[in-house]
């Protein structure tokens, strides 16, 4: 049984994305960060599209997102963005993941999960200001001597994180690039190879050039969601995800009665509502109804009425004398985020252009920042937010 309710990802999209992102930077080599599933679009789907787009590395946060993508066939270079715990070490290294190391233990652990004569490439991380993960810029020098004493570990790359990079009249992206380089020119004073840089995240690389050094990451902005609302606009990127349903129910409210749990909202006249079966537990966030949340039929904007439960929510069609409101019927799409035209009918029939790359029609959108800013959140935690209860569904690529 198939359950009418899809997360639909643009495989040519994010193929468009991670082209025209790469062209910023020609000269870097480009890591296409697929963590967290691919930032719910799918990481097994996404990322071979990523490497024939000019993707040259994958970014992964976790050993076991890591694994999923070798278990796939997928043996592009793979960085672990974040430190492994020192059991997952030998594994991450028997899978050919690069680690990112910055305490002395992991430097031990990993020394010891190499293989007799074999070498290590890894990835050193310096914390200049986001204080969140990271060896401080006065033990890096220390921290990359202890590593190159074992003849098991190469330097492969020493890099940072931007914490602001989204908000370029800040100051502190320069003062953190600044203090980067100083650490890298302390340890080549030491004698210690750096290998190859990087510091650029999406903001970075669309905002700041002088954050795209030898490797730029972008994880968002490879979805076509901007990392801040009006950063990178002029790029035309393409947003990948819609988000979907159908009617499953219509009926009428009567003026003074109010529907849903709590009994929260009333209507003042006869009024037709929609029932969709999409809920809380697939990523419909439950503030949306306080916060003036819409969907989109029939290209029009449409607002949530009710409390959002696990499992479905109800939308305001319109007066119950309206004749456009009363030719609705079940079956119909329902758009929580994408695009969506003026027309009615089986949505693989009506917007088949969707996935052609380019909108052939005019259409009403509700895009990730919009839901984001309603509900008082980022737009990435909107994309990353559907379950798996939603099935996903691939064009393109």
């Keep these: 049984m198939t359950r009418h309710a899809r997360v639909e990802v643009d495989l040519d999209a994010i193929a468009h994305n991670v082209s025209t992102l790469a062209a ?35 970014g992964v946060a976790l050993v076991q997102e890591g694994a999923a993508l070798r278990d796939a066939g997928i043996d592009a270079p793979i960085l672990l963005l974040s430190e492994p715990p020192a059991d997952e070490l030998a594994e991450a290294w028997n899978l050919g993941l690069t680690p990112t190391l910055y305490h002395r233990e992991s430097i031990a652990a990993a020394q010891e999960a190499v293989s007799d004569h074999g070498r290590w490439g890894v990835h050193l991380k310096v ?41 370029p009249g800040r100051s502190e992206t320069a003062q953190q690039l600044a203090a980067f380089l100083a650490v890298v020119d302390e340890l080549r004073a030491r004698g210690i190879d750096t290998g190859m840089l990087h510091a650029s995240n999406s903001a970075g690389l669309i905002t700041h050039p002088a954050t795209r050094l030898d490797i730029v990451r972008c994880g968002i902005a490879i979805y076509g969601v901007l990392p801040a609302p009006g950063i990178g606009e002029d790029l035309e990127l393409r947003p990948a995800m819609t988000v ?23 209507f003042e006249e006869d009024t037709l509502v929609a029932t969709v079966p999409v809920g809380y537990a697939d990523g419909m966030t439950r503030r949306l109804w306080t916060r003036g949340g819409e969907v989109l039929i029939r290209g029009q904007r449409r607002p949530i009425r009710g409390v959002i ?89």
């Design 24 to 58: 910023l930077a020609p000269e870097s080599r480009f890591c296409a960060v697929v963590k967290a599933d691919a930032y719910g679009h799918g990481a097994l789907r996404v990322a071979p599209v990523a490497l024939a787009a000019g993707a040259d590395l994958l």
């Design 309 to 397: 439960t696990m499992d479905q929510f109800m939308v305001e069609l319109g007066a119950a004398d309206s004749s456009e409101a009363r030719s609705i019927e079940r079956g119909e799409e329902v758009v929580m985020l994408g695009s969506q035209a003026a027309s009615a009918g089986d949505p693989d029939e009506v917007f088949p252009e969707r996935w052609e790359g380019v909108l052939a029609v005019e259409c009403e959108q509700i895009d990730a920042w919009e839901w984001a800013e309603r509900v008082q959140t980022i737009a990435y935690e909107v994309i990353c937010g559907f379950s798996p209860r939603l099935r996903r569904v691939y064009h393109g690529g």
């Design 127 to 167: 914390d200049t200001g986001m204080h969140r993960a990271g060896v401080s810029p006065s033990e890096a020098v220390d921290l990359a001597a202890r590593a190159m004493a074992s003849s098991r570990l190469v330097l492969e790359g020493v890099f940072t994180h931007m914490a602001v990079a989204d908000d």
């Design 244 to 266: 979907s349903s159908e009617v499953s129910r219509i009926g009428i409210v009567r003026a003074g009665e109010s529907l849903s749990y709590g009994l929260r909202h009333s």
